[in-house]
């Protein structure tokens, strides 16, 4: 009997394995994915608002595509499927709003154009009309068409009238990080990037502060795009980077609130 029974639970437990093996699986909620395109300048502050936001949203996977925000603007005019654009530029947001790819926008934060040099350099500035010094050879700037960093920058060199002088020193950047880049490996002697980005850094250091009479002024608006698929997710979060937590961290990171 002990030796039929020994054989009947053998014979049972695959079977209660067999059985246990077709329960259908729960299923893990599925997340909306929300794609914000962002002004590469917003990297740090972005990544640090999306694990708080996620923590408190567990329903939401957000998803940055940092870029110049000129390039970000020419991917929705195309059909890119973003949810919202963070621009760095109020030019490339009021493109979008002409052609009615944005629902709601507003201005979110400010921000100060620096000009950076390695942290190993010598040289000493008091002004940007140094730079036609015969011991300075390349400045890095973004791409003025695309990117607002290069845009800035280049309205200052103009004002300061050695744009022209410059043109054989320059190097053209596809987002103001690659231009900090540039600057902190020593493959450019100065460059001009935000004072945000500025403060991520421990290859660079701040040469001049640039003054905002002699370029427009840095506007960092975000809006919805009007096409989004999540359009109650999107502006939940359109909210939140309105509200106090969001302020604290840009905050955080150097920019101006409006």
């Known amino acids: 009997m002990k030796r039929k029974s020994k054989r009947l639970l053998s014979l049972a437990l695959p079977a209660a394995l067999l059985a246990a093996s077709t329960q259908p699986a729960v299923a893990a909620p599925k997340k909306t994915e929300l794609l914000v395109s962002a002004a590469a300048s917003l990297k740090d502050s972005l990544a640090e608002i999306e694990k708080g936001y996620e923590a408190s949203h567990p329903s939401i996977d957000l998803v940055f595509n940092l870029g110049s925000s000129g390039t970000l603007q020419k991917q929705i005019e195309q059909g890119a499927p973003v949810d919202l654009f963070f621009s760095a530029g109020s030019k490339q947001m009021d493109a979008l709003v002409d052609k009615k790819l944005i629902g709601r926008s507003t201005l979110l934060l400010k921000n100060e154009l620096v000009m950076v040099v390695p942290k190993t350099s010598k040289k000493a500035f008091t002004t940007v009309k140094q730079l036609v010094d015969k011991d300075i050879e390349t400045v890095a700037i973004g791409q003025p068409e695309s990117v607002p960093a ?3 920058a280049k309205e200052t060199l103009q004002t300061r009238k050695v744009w022209d ?18 600057v902190e490996t020593g493959n450019v002697d100065a460059g001009f990037v935000y004072k945000t980005d500025a403060m991520t850094s421990k290859k660079a250091s701040i040469a001049l502060r640039i003054i905002p009479g002699v ?25 939140y980077l309105q509200g106090s937590k969001a302020d604290a961290i840009f905050a955080k990171y150097g920019f101006k609130l409006p």
């Open 165 to 182: 002088s410059l043109q054989s020193k320059l190097v053209y950047a596809k987002d103001v990080r690659q231009v900090l880049t540039y």
């Open 150 to 152: 290069g845009q800035y």
């Open 215 to 239: 370029h427009k002024p840095i506007l960092y608006p975000a809006g919805i795009v009007k096409d989004t698929k999540h359009p109650k997710e999107a502006a939940a979060f359109y909210s």
